[in-house]
């Protein structure tokens, strides 16, 4: 049997109270994640997005990670686009190898049971 361990989360975003001025980032400014440039913008990893509950919403891989928490509440095609509200915490795992990174995205899916993860879920 093969042990998979989640390594801890590298940097950890939360919602802030009080909405943040206009800016170019549309994260910082309409959801509440002042704090978004802290995500590491040209590594790979892991992203857990957590609602207020600290309930697991959603697991992502990028191969660069500030990119694609962006697009998350930009895109008009992502899995949390009805739910970015509902999004309180953003916790990013740097993983630098893309193999290691898809074990860890299935793992986090199927254990922490993602709710609107809809691929590659082996649970029902």
């Known amino acids: 049997m093969i ?6 989360p590298d940097v950890v975003v939360t919602r802030s109270k009080q ?7 549309v994260i910082s400014s309409e959801y ?20 207020a509950d600290d309930e697991l919403m959603f697991v992502g891989k990028a191969r660069k990670l500030r990119p694609r928490v962006k697009k998350h509440f930009e895109d008009n095609v992502s899995p949390i686009k009805n739910h970015r509200h509902e999004v309180n915490k953003i916790a990013v795992i740097t ?24 691929d590659k879920v082996f649970y029902k």
Do not use: Q, S, W
Request: no cysteine; aromatic share 12%.
């Open 19 to 25: 909405l943040g001025e206009k800016v170019e980032a």
């Open 95 to 118: 993983v630098v190898d893309p193999i290691d990174r898809e074990i860890y995205e299935t793992y986090a899916i199927n254990v922490l049971k993602a709710k609107y993860n809809i």
């Open 32 to 51: 509440g994640f002042t704090d978004y440039h802290r995500i590491p913008r040209d590594k790979g990893g892991i992203i857990l997005f957590f609602n």
């Open 3 to 8: 042990k998979i361990e989640l390594p801890a």
